[in-house]
């Protein structure tokens, strides 16, 4: 499955689109009110069918397509799923017509031509910048309305993804992701962090003192609200443009790339912004998706493996190193380690094992016979 990304052209025609954002939201919340009315009386869940079925029966939507609305119900049954699965800290809560950015059109209810998506419920067309034709039978389409106002059509086809092929063959690294260096390898390799955050914090508080200056629900709060987020996308978008060419980078140099599995909410709460600019959930996800075009290996290890305490020459862990020791003197052989090497290099021949590949980099054949 491939998605192809479009943006659609400025039009007074798109407060239509507004419209259905607004109906879509009607039907996520008049949902989960009936939610949390069935629990109330029932004690239970209401599955997703009978949902549909509802709402088939006693609701009618004269902007949305039938399957839109189902897709709306199965958001909504996911979201309590995945709270039901402790994956989420919350249920879904009610949502406000602003905050409502995405419609999806599966099997019908809209037509593509060329560069025009035409909506058939409200017998509209939207032209749309084609920049790239795209490949393969569409199995959906999704509108999308950031956060700035721009409009975005989605086009999913079941193409599938290019793959690059392998440059390498049987190169395994460790990587150890720091505060200070973004990514520490196991052969000594240093990728400094770009910190792009850190680097525009004063426009972000600049335009965050304009907009808490401005009166509420006036048009010059909504100029500084839009000011605002022009900083943070681009911000975003140069992070993510950066750890996609890293993630390539990467990728066409090794075959195996093993990484820890951080815990990512904890991390947060101790560094809070710094976390935030670092996004190593983020770039993880890319690196994943990038290693499967290229036929590589992402593997994570466990994230209680002590792979900093742990000397690699002689396995001693020294449980007393502090997050301020950069570098430590194995009491046992007498090795002298960097913290974040040492890490890397431990964190390769747990991947390595964990894998049971018996692929392995010079220096962790070196580290081996030494032991």
Known sequence: ????????????RNRKIDAMLREACFVWNHALALQKR????YGKYCSCARMKAHFAKRITRCRLHSQSAQEILERLDESYQRFFRHLSKRPPKFKRA????????KQGGYKLN?????????KQHFQF???RPYEGNVKQVRIKRSHLGDYYLYVVTDAVAHSYGKSHDGASVGMDFGLKTYLTMSDGK???NPLFLKNRLSNLRRASRRLSKCEKGSSHRKAARLALDRVHE????KRDDWQWKLSHELCRSYDILCVEDLQLAGMSSLWGRKMSDLAFGAFVQKLEHTASKYGCQVVKIDRYYPSSKTCNV??????LLSLSDRSWTCPVCGTHHDRDVNAAINILRQGIASSGSPRKTEPARQGALAT
Not at 98 to 105: A, E, G, M
Not at 234 to 237: H, S, V
Not at 314 to 319: D, F, L, S
């Open 314 to 319: 002689c396995k001693y862990v020294h449980e």
């Open 114 to 122: 060329a560069n025009v998506f035409v909506v058939n419920s409200i």
């Open 1 to 12: 499955m491939l998605t192809y990304e479009y943006k659609l052209y400025r039009s007074k």
């Open 234 to 237: 681009d911000i975003t978008n």
């Open 98 to 105: 602003s905050d409502f950015s995405s419609i999806v059109w």
């Open 190 to 192: 240093r990728i400094e």
């Open 38 to 41: 069935y629990y109330s009386l």
């Open 129 to 131: 910048s084609f920049s």
